[in-house]
């Protein structure tokens, strides 16, 4: 596997537009595309938020029902969620725009938004959108870019990545993009992602390989708590590579997952770095745990923590947060047992030991404490599993950006 | 029922005190006693964390097996939690230190700490701040006062509450100070609580009462999602009112049992407003729900969500994370189905029903979300029970406060 540049426009085939549609945001991009004239099988998870958006509920039915999909039209702005019978419609009237202007059927598009819950689509601006999108796409890494920027709400950087990997000696392409910021505690996967490839790969498996790697990537991770009713993650693949189509599990299926995990877990951790208000990206590694879902459960419950994250942004070793964000996850465990590590900057220091702090330096861990990418280290000492997962500091901008979204 | 000035010391044979003990803090009371010369059954709640503090420990087994109670010692600045077997030690030296002040058993004294986890007790402090307690002890209001004010950490104000209620004629008073600001999320109960009465009542009684009532009165208040390694709810009666004993249930126990939820919810909605940072009491009242743990369900995760409690602080109407965090709580609902008002200054209005936004005022709905004291009403129209959640919006100096707690 290797890394490249680009994101959604890397794998052959696929186009990308970001255009300007004034749907909330003035003078900025608002809207969207992915293209593939080559029809894609599709996957997708989605918000487990009993509320969900419009958008959410069109998804699902065209990721489960159509025989093929070709483009995917996204705004930020505004969510299309508690929006009633006519959110529901906007989405049809969405995707039969662009069925019209890129002459494809209009089973085949998925529509996805993010933005403020509960305002209606300017449905004339959106259908306007489509349009400059149909017309300004290209395959090219910039259109990719463009795409990536125009899908941003409170987001300070766009998400891309993108990866190639050899199957039967064919060279085939992975990329994506993602936005997310706030609103982000992923239950089955997190906020919008894009994630194209020009692999040939049956529905079955590409469905099968995404709903085992969110688990561990997107689901992961989190800014506030608050799961969103919009989180969407979907993978469309076209062929276009030309290898021998993957019909069932074997090298060439590990070697795709393996690149999907790469690109789910970059993105999932860009989103998590970029957490609305964020100065630093917290990770936590919990290992030697009982069981996977032990170390799932204990490395999120410190992601979590309120009081852990506000430690962080104050570079706090503020450590009984964390044995008290791990005590209280659910997970059942010796607290006298288990050894506790910060790491950050190429360093790390051990802080807690049998039941009691080490006689570790406050000046040395507030160092590692205030790198940009801090971890928390927890060995269970109790078997073999682990788990990471991603989350940010807790900051005045975080309030601040919430306090006032809307105005 | 008739509510009185007071706390803890309210109620006949019941004394405190307050004393500066130099613990972790300086200037400033941070020791307090609850005694009574007439033996008391005593029952209490504690924490669910898995990390339980050394003195939550030492509780649990003296109301689980002391034939009778005569006091609490309470500190505060340091928690005596993730101690190991030191931190057991001293709270058998606390309560030989405190047997020998006051000439009682060993066994009948419970100790509480709150403040900073992992840090080991100054147990000469601790003994000299017991020898102090018990000099000054006394039953007038203001002994309580100060009991209330020496167990504070990051609360801005002492918290207590106290009544009086009719047994068979005979007068019964029963009282309680509380603490708690960050790190509230209870589950069992939380935090530090403190309720004496002089009614005479069976242990099996008091136990029962008190588990029932937390349920619906701590349990359903958070501040951060955080649950302390601390909480610990205690409740003494030492029978000096001179009613006939309510040894069964009936009238009394109703009595009885309508004044203790009287107390316990105003000391947890005296706590959620006094959240770290908070400027506003946040309540949410869940009606006519399918089940009544579908009620505590919605109307906890409405609380508990940080972007709500942003939007509370900003004064903002953003509805939508509402709606957002009822649907992610877990409870099934129909979300066309339900209603949304919000409550305060004596004001309400109606913000959504049939699926989308009424046409409320913005500007109505800011001046009522601008109140101390602001409620969120939800109609599921799905059944016929309620419940009612307690917390407080997130703020600056929520983040402030936990980024240099130990500082």
Chains 1, 2 share one sequence.
Not at 275 to 294: C, M, P, R, Y
Not at 313 to 339: M, T, V
């Amino acid at each position: 596997m290797k890394i490249i540049e680009g994101g959604v426009t890397a794998a052959k085939g696929f186009y990308a537009a970001g255009v300007e549609a004034a749907i909330k945001y003035k003078n900025r991009k608002d809207m969207a595309l992915v293209y593939s004239e080559t029809p894609c099988v599709a996957a997708g998870t989605f918000t487990t938020n009993v509320v969900k958006a419009a958008c959410v509920l069109w998804d699902k039915k065209i990721v489960e029902e159509s025989p093929a999909v070709h483009s995917v039209i996204v705004n930020a702005g505004i969510a299309n969620a508690c929006t009633g019978t006519q959110g529901m419609e906007y989405c049809g009237q969405t995707a039969k725009a662009a069925a019209k202007a890129l002459n494809i059927p209009e089973d085949s598009v998925l529509v996805a938004s993010t933005g403020v819950i509960g305002m209606q689509l300017p449905i004339d601006r959106i259908c306007a959108g489509v349009e400059k999108l149909a017309a300004a796409k290209a395959d090219s890494l910039e259109a990719g870019h463009l795409a990536a920027e125009a899908i941003m709400t409170t987001d300070t950087v766009s998400k891309e990545v993108a990866v190639t990997f050899e199957v039967d000696g064919v060279t085939v392409t992975m990329g994506g993009m993602c936005k997310g910021s706030g609103m982000i505690h992923p239950n089955m996967c997190t906020m919008l992602g894009f994630v194209t490839s020009d692999v040939a790969i049956s529905k079955e498996l590409l469905t099968k390989a995404l709903k085992e790697d969110v688990v561990d990537t997107f689901n992961m991770i989190s800014v506030d708590g608050d799961t969103s009713t919009n989180d969407t993650l979907l993978v469309l693949a076209n062929g276009c590579a030309g290898n021998s189509i993957i019909a069932e599990e074997g090298e060439a299926y590990e070697k795709f997952k393996e690149a999907l995990h790469y690109i789910n877990m970059t993105l999932a951790k860009k989103m998590a770095g970029d957490g609305e208000g964020a100065t630093a990206l917290f990770e936590t590694k919990v290992i030697n745990a009982a069981s996977k879902e032990d170390a799932r459960t204990l490395a999120k419950s410190v992601i979590c923590s309120s009081l852990t994250k506000a430690a962080i942004f104050g570079h706090d070793a503020n450590w009984g947060r964390i044995l008290c964000a791990l005590g209280y996850s659910g997970a059942q465990f010796d607290p006298e047992k288990l050894e506790l590590f910060f790491e950050g900057g190429g360093k790390r220091i051990q802080i807690y030991k049998d039941g009691v702090a080490t006689d570790y330096s406050e000046e040395e861990a507030s160092v590692i404490l205030s790198q940009p990418e801090v971890t928390v280290l927890v060995d269970m000492k109790a078997g073999t599993e682990e788990a990471c997962a991603w989350g940010c500091d807790l900051s005045y901008d975080y309030v601040k950006i919430n306090a006032d979204y809307r105005s």
